[in-house]
């Protein structure tokens, strides 16, 4: 055991990544369809109009592929390490290797943030469908049990909000086997109601909708591709994936990219068509997609948009509960956090009882916690992630035992990828408004109380 610091570095043992107690099964396929679970949600039926209507017109889809390219080279980064480090944990394992276990911490909890309010905003998104969904059929929900309650509004708790983060919680306790076949068979729904749009619409495409084609200007493409940016977060969750993957020096590279390639794509493809469809003036709109199918008068497809929309929230929580508590698994086995979250079933292989843990925690902040303040911690926990990774990866090759690690992916373009990628990410950081870092502050103290109170004292670096 080395002299316990505070940046003290997590010491890599090469024997470890054969020995998890996690079950390897994972293959580039699966990693695949987890990346575009996590990032093709329902906002794919929502983001394109706003930005279109707002910042960039009908040259939409290059506000989406900008954001891709500054995704793309975060995701670099993170191939690398998912492949020469390939341990649960993504990037908190990666920081804690380079940079020392504060920074870890600090990372980690950031990360925490992100998962479990992005996991309690997408079920009260789907809770929200849900209920708009048995009301067609004459049902509905008490009020006290619809909607958390606010100042000036009625209401008590969001229960169906609740109940689906138990569910998934409880798919995913079940074994990851099974977890990653549903998400496959959502993915595939929610990618072929995509095309099916895509097939119907375009169509109905009029050329003189992209006329003018940059109304904002050269500005609007960027001002668009910072909104577009946060339709990405989620395909850093395939890196914590890493030690339940069959070959991770070549699945892990395969899986982050291609998820990434084939989402920057499917949300190009639907800016481009909508605003083709409908005048980008008329997209500000909450629901511009089912808005562009009345105006073609294919309601018939509205109801197949809508599976789509239900279906791709449902894989965005089951991956991002997934990358949740695989990232509190790997805290907890460094002694950072009690040892309850390590503890992995000898008959699943998944840690059950963190998955129950962070479901319960998932589900008390969608029933109680309204939508517009769930969502504060998820984008700023995200780009440092990013910037923290990108940066980390020029010290990785530095490590004196790098040699020993195996040699997979490689960043191209080595250092200027990972410092144009941290960078960007700072830069985008920048733009997040003041009660974002106000709140990011405020968790981030709580987590160093913790971390001086428990963590410290019982990690095993």
Same mark, same amino acid.
């Given at each position: 055991?080395?002299?316990?610091?505070?940046?003290?570095?997590?010491?890599?043992?090469?024997?470890?990544?054969?020995?998890?107690?996690?079950?390897?099964?994972?293959?580039?396929?699966?990693?695949?369809?987890?990346?575009?679970?996590?990032?093709?949600?329902?906002?794919?039926?929502?983001?394109?109009?706003?930005?279109?209507?707002?910042?960039?017109?009908?040259?939409?889809?290059?506000?989406?592929?900008?954001?891709?390219?500054?995704?793309?080279?975060?995701?670099?980064?993170?191939?690398?390490?998912?492949?020469?480090?390939?341990?649960?944990?993504?990037?908190?394992?990666?920081?804690?290797?380079?940079?020392?276990?504060?920074?870890?911490?600090?990372?980690?909890?950031?990360?925490?943030?992100?998962?479990?309010?992005?996991?309690?905003?997408?079920?009260?998104?789907?809770?929200?469908?849900?209920?708009?969904?048995?009301?067609?059929?004459?049902?509905?929900?008490?009020?006290?049990?619809?909607?958390?309650?606010?100042?000036?509004?009625?209401?008590?708790?969001?229960?169906?909000?609740?109940?689906?983060?138990?569910?998934?919680?409880?798919?995913?306790?079940?074994?990851?086997?099974?977890?990653?076949?549903?998400? =496959?068979?959502?993915?595939?729904?929610?990618?072929?109601?995509?095309?099916?749009?895509?097939?119907?619409?375009?169509?109905?495409?009029?050329?003189?909708?992209?006329?003018?084609?940059?109304?904002?200007?050269?500005?609007?493409?960027?001002?668009?591709?910072?909104?577009?940016?946060?339709?990405?977060?989620?395909?850093?969750?395939?890196?914590?994936?890493?030690?339940?993957?069959?070959?991770?020096?070549?699945?892990?590279?395969?899986?982050?990219?291609?998820?990434?390639?084939?989402?920057?794509?499917?949300?190009?493809?639907?800016?481009?068509?909508?605003?083709?469809?409908?005048?980008?003036?008329?997209?500000?709109?909450?629901?511009? #997609?089912?808005?562009?199918?009345?105006?073609?008068?294919?309601?018939?497809?509205?109801?197949?948009?809508?599976?789509?929309?239900?279906?791709?929230?449902? =894989?965005?929580?089951?991956?991002?509960?997934?990358?949740?508590?695989?990232?509190?698994?790997?805290?907890?086995?460094?002694?950072?956090?009690?040892?309850?979250?390590?503890? #992995?079933?000898?008959?699943?292989?998944?840690?059950?009882?963190?998955?129950?843990?962070?479901?319960?925690?998932?589900?008390?902040?969608?029933?109680?916690?309204?939508?517009?303040?769930?969502?504060?911690?998820?984008?700023?926990?995200?780009?440092?992630?990013?910037?923290?990774?990108?940066?980390?990866?020029?010290?990785?090759?530095?490590?004196?035992?790098?040699?020993?690690?195996?040699?997979?992916?490689? #960043?191209?373009?080595?250092?200027?990828?990972?410092?144009?990628?941290?960078?960007?990410?700072?830069?985008?950081?920048?733009?997040?408004?003041?009660?974002?870092?106000?709140?990011?502050?405020?968790?981030?103290?709580?987590?160093?109380?913790?971390?001086?109170?428990?963590?410290?004292?019982?990690?095993?670096?």
């Amino acid at each position: 055991m080395t002299q316990h610091s505070l940046f003290a570095k997590k010491q890599i043992d090469v024997n470890q990544f054969k020995n998890s107690t996690l079950e390897r099964h994972l293959t580039a396929f699966g990693l695949t369809a987890m990346g575009v679970g996590a990032v093709v949600g329902a906002g794919i039926f929502i983001t394109p109009g706003i930005i279109a209507a707002k910042y960039a017109g009908p040259g939409a889809m290059l506000s989406y592929l900008l954001a891709a390219v500054v995704c793309a080279m975060a995701a670099l980064c993170y191939s690398e390490f998912a492949s020469t480090i390939p341990l649960a944990g993504s990037a908190y394992t990666y920081v804690y290797t380079v940079f020392g276990e504060l920074i870890a911490w600090i990372l980690g909890w950031a990360l925490i943030s992100e998962y479990l309010f992005a996991v309690a905003s997408v079920a009260v998104s789907w809770s929200a469908y849900f209920q708009n969904l048995i009301a067609g059929f004459g049902l509905h929900l008490p009020t006290f049990l619809s909607t958390a309650w606010t100042p000036g509004h009625p209401g008590g708790i969001n229960l169906i909000a609740g109940l689906i983060t138990l569910l998934i919680g409880f798919l995913l306790s079940n074994g990851l086997r099974e977890s990653t076949r549903i998400n =496959t068979i959502m993915v595939g729904v929610k990618v072929a109601v995509i095309v099916i749009f895509l097939g119907v619409a375009i169509f109905y495409v009029k050329p003189a909708n992209f006329k003018p084609f940059l109304p904002f200007g050269a500005g609007g493409i960027l001002s668009g591709a910072a909104l577009a940016f946060y339709a990405y977060i989620g395909f850093d969750a395939v890196s914590t994936a890493s030690e339940e993957v069959v070959n991770p020096q070549r699945d892990m590279p395969i899986g982050i990219i291609a998820s990434l390639l084939i989402a920057s794509l499917l949300y190009a493809a639907v800016a481009t068509v909508l605003v083709g469809v409908v005048h980008y003036t008329k997209l500000n709109v909450g629901d511009p #997609v089912a808005f562009a199918l009345q105006l073609m008068h294919q309601n018939w497809v509205a109801g197949i948009v809508a599976l789509g929309a239900v279906a791709g929230m449902t =894989t965005v929580l089951l991956v991002m509960t997934y990358g949740g508590t695989r990232l509190i698994f790997a805290i907890s086995r460094d002694g950072l956090l009690p040892p309850v979250f390590a503890k #992995v079933s000898s008959k699943t292989h998944v840690p059950v009882a963190n998955t129950w843990i962070f479901a319960i925690d998932t589900s008390i902040v969608a029933m109680v916690v309204p939508l517009d303040k769930i969502a504060e911690l998820v984008n700023i926990g995200t780009l440092f992630a990013f910037a923290t990774v990108s940066l980390g990866v020029i010290f990785l090759r530095k490590l004196p035992f790098y040699n020993e690690l195996p040699q997979g992916f490689k #960043v191209p373009l080595f250092p200027w990828i990972p410092l144009l990628s941290c960078g960007l990410c700072l830069l985008l950081m920048t733009q997040l408004q003041l009660t974002t870092w106000i709140v990011f502050l405020i968790w981030l103290v709580i987590g160093l109380t913790i971390y001086f109170s428990y963590g410290y004292r019982h990690s095993r670096q």
